[in-house]
């Protein structure tokens, strides 16, 4: 069935229960049920049809998740745009995406970019609809029918359109309502994006009559304070669980209604675990997914993180989505194996937008390859190992280094770049650049702010190091492993003068 039916689960009993808290303001079931349908009627009312496109750029609210529900109940698709993207990347995936209409909030106007038709959520959530507004159509239920396309990145740099089914979204919640055993009295702490992989709790607490905390711009102190009043249930990535515990002296007893703190996005290290436990009790848990196979592959439940010999693992495969890893011999095996972790399942069953040429080539019969290493041990916990790209995780966020190298050559001064990431012990990996200047008395400071305009924060490198030159192999390629053995020993090689410039987190 459509995920969105989750949103009238057991509606008798939970309509008069809070739903979303959004500072002081809060919606109760029965109230967001209203504002969704309103505002479904009302993109029918424009123009939108099932199967339409809709995009959805804005910073967390109550009403970006009127919006996004209001997109799947019009049964149309739903295309997050990250804000933290920046106007000229939004601009071109919207453009690949082919919308039909662009939601955006007051605070990302400029960084939703160029779109033909876009609507304000902050003026249009709460407008008085037209008198002829149409009645609202059934929910389509198709498991092969597209419910989100999702933009990853890719080891070219170009971003990739992922086409997640209906079938795949479903397969995504069922997990994680496995995981959580999602209650009524839950409060789900939306920190993270719903723009990324938060968006997946909105239907499954909604459905077990729980409610949510928006955090637009979140503090830590704001965050902390949720945590130690009301907050059962929260996603973040391990940059942000570094940054709490040293923020502020608690221990677990302040935080007494905490029952799950999952991390994913980025790895944790094992000593960063324990100091975890120790600060936030033993609830602390992981999910390991990706676009392609949506946030449910894997997990590590609190109860058996309590192992310490399990701290460097992601976790065992949910029963609905069988997992392996692809060896050398070109088999997929399940157990005591290493190799590219592979999955199948109706949580696997997404496509590339536009490109059946790398959605074949992603495939290895009926499994999907996730482009990670990885080894399982006996009774299945998958240790992920590496890369088999070249992608950057960098405080939860996935960044390709040529996406990065392209915004910096596109400076006139920029004579050749090279991105890469080194180990961070608060971002997991930091986002480093070096570069050669035409005119080497560039400043290095206009150069950040360039790439920052172009390809947004996430993906600005934090360090910048001017070299007189990159160094290459014999056949004139730039080998990133040896730009960062070149700027991070404390002896360089001589004849290349390196010149570094730290710039704001």
């Not at 010999?309 to 692809?326: I, K, R």
Request: proline share 7%; hydrophobic share 45%; net charge negative.
């Amino acid at each position: 069935m459509n995920p969105v039916h989750a949103l009238y689960d057991n509606l008798p009993s939970k309509a008069e229960r809070p739903a979303i808290h959004d500072g002081d303001f809060c919606l109760t079931h029965a109230d967001l049920i209203a504002h969704v349908e309103q505002a479904a009627s009302d993109l029918i009312h424009r123009g939108i049809a099932p199967g339409h496109r809709v995009g959805l750029c804005a910073t967390n609210s109550w009403r970006h998740v009127v919006g996004y529900l209001a997109i799947l109940r019009a049964n149309a698709v739903w295309v997050p745009l990250n804000p933290r993207n920046g106007a000229g990347l939004n601009t071109d995936l919207q453009a690949r995406a082919g919308l039909a209409m662009t939601l955006h909030d007051t605070a990302s106007v400029v960084a939703a970019g160029q779109t033909t038709t876009a609507l304000n959520i902050d003026d249009w959530i709460e407008a008085p609809l037209p008198t002829n507004t149409p009645a609202l159509p059934p929910i389509l239920d198709d498991r092969y029918a597209t419910f989100a396309i999702k933009f990853t990145g890719g080891s070219t740099g170009t971003p990739k359109g992922v086409v997640q089914s209906q079938a795949s979204a479903a397969a995504a919640m069922a997990s994680l309502n496995t995981l959580y055993d999602f209650r009524a009295d839950d409060v789900n702490l939306a920190v993270a994006p719903l723009t990324h992989g938060a968006s997946h709790y909105i239907l499954p607490v909604l459905a077990a009559g729980g409610a949510h905390v928006l955090l637009g711009e979140p503090s830590r102190e704001a965050i902390l304070n949720e945590l130690k009043m009301r907050v059962s249930i929260v996603f973040m990535p391990p940059t942000l669980i570094y940054l709490l515990m040293a923020e502020a002296a608690f221990e677990p007893h302040d935080l007494p209604r905490l029952r799950h703190l999952t991390y994913s996005a980025a790895p944790m290290p094992p000593a960063r675990i324990a100091q975890a436990i120790a600060r936030f009790g033993p609830v602390l848990g992981t999910l390991y997914g990706q676009t392609e196979a949506p946030m449910t592959i894997a997990a590590l439940t609190p109860a058996q993180m309590q192992n310490p010999t399990l701290h460097a693992s992601v976790g065992q495969a949910f029963e609905s989505t069988p997992m392996g890893v692809l060896c050398d011999d070109g088999q997929v095996r399940t157990a005591s194996a290493e190799g590219e972790v592979v999955v199948k399942g109706d949580l696997a069953s997404t496509t590339y937008l536009g490109d059946a040429t790398q959605t074949a080539q992603a495939r290895h019969g009926d499994w999907l390859k996730t482009g990670d290493i990885g080894r399982l041990d006996a009774d299945g916990h998958l240790f992920l190992l590496g890369r088999s790209k070249e992608m950057i995780i960098s405080g939860g966020y996935n960044i390709y280094p040529a996406e990065v190298e392209t915004a910096l050559a596109a400076h006139p001064n920029v004579r050749e770049a090279c991105a890469f990431g080194v180990e961070d012990a608060t971002w997991g990996e930091r986002l480093e650049a070096a570069v050669a200047l035409h005119d080497p008395s560039g400043d290095l400071a206009d150069l950040t702010a360039f790439v920052r305009d172009r390809i947004g924060p996430v993906r600005t490198p934090k360090t910048l190091h001017r070299l007189d030159a990159l160094p290459r192999n014999p056949v004139g390629k730039v080998v990133r492993a040896d730009v960062i053995q070149l700027v991070h020993p404390a002896t360089r090689p001589g004849g290349l003068r390196t010149e570094i410039l730290e710039t704001a987190p």
